[in-house]
């Protein structure tokens, strides 16, 4: 057998940096601890040290659990803008109902095509306050007047051949409401004077039914107009015997 030859040196020494392999019988004589670094957070400038735990949990692959999401616009908006509620376009559509007269300039069927649902909930809401008088029970059967009345106009108008949606006849029958609400307490004025009062209901019913029916009977009804403002008449004229009593 040849002798052993010169044993080459290894090709890469490791620094102190690295790992290096000791025997066994050195191994005893090794200690030590190994220091955690601290970690610091830069929260707006300030630097804050992490606890234990958090460090602990970042270690893991858990510090997700520790992240803070950024307030969303979109959740910081106004309750009334939330809600859907714009009171200039509410204020706007009240004005048309109160005078429908084309004269004066108002796009009215900004009302019909444009509709919304808190207006004519409010104008319901408040007819059926004022139609209390020690008659609590009015008011619920007034929103379920408001709500299956719609529907049947609705329906009507569908049959006869009207491009109209039930959103639409619900806010229009709603905001229509409004001349039943001023001529209330002119009511209460000239209630002993039965003809005078006659007359003033007369013209608030035809002043409601006016308004409605000019927002919901348009041209693509022709000759079957009266089938569809006869009934809207008749509801207004329901409406106001709640109110009445009669």
Do not use: H
Request: with cysteine; glycine share 8%; charged share 15%.
């Amino acid at each position: 057998m040849q002798p052993p030859g010169p044993q080459q040196p290894p090709l890469y020494a490791p620094s102190n940096g690295d790992f290096t392999f000791v025997s066994s019988a050195d191994a005893e004589d090794l200690s030590g601890s190994i220091t955690t670094p601290d970690v610091k957070l830069n929260l707006g400038g300030e630097f804050i040290k992490e606890s234990t735990a958090t460090t602990f949990l970042r270690q893991r692959g858990y510090g997700w659990l520790l992240e803070v999401e950024d307030d969303d616009p979109e959740d910081n908006k106004p309750l009334l803008e939330e809600l859907d509620i714009d009171l200039k376009d509410i204020y706007y559509k009240i004005r048309c109902v109160l005078m429908p007269m084309p004269s004066l300039g108002f796009n009215r069927q900004v009302v019909r095509d444009n509709p919304d649902f808190w207006g004519p909930l409010a104008v319901v809401l408040f007819f059926s306050m004022i139609s209390l008088y020690g008659q609590f029970k009015v008011v619920s059967w007034i929103i379920t007047i408001w709500i299956f009345g719609s529907l049947t106009i609705f329906l009507l108008a569908r049959v006869l051949g009207g491009e109209v949606a039930y959103g639409q006849v619900l806010g229009v029958i709603g905001y229509s409401l409004l001349p039943l609400i001023v001529i209330a307490p002119v009511l209460l004025v000239v209630g002993s004077f039965e003809v005078v009062s006659t007359l003033i209901k007369l013209f608030g019913v035809f002043w409601a039914a006016y308004s409605a029916a000019s927002l919901l009977v348009g041209e693509e009804f022709k000759t079957k107009k009266p089938l569809l403002i006869y009934p809207i008449f008749l509801l207004y004229i329901y409406f106001l015997s709640l109110y009445t009593g009669v």
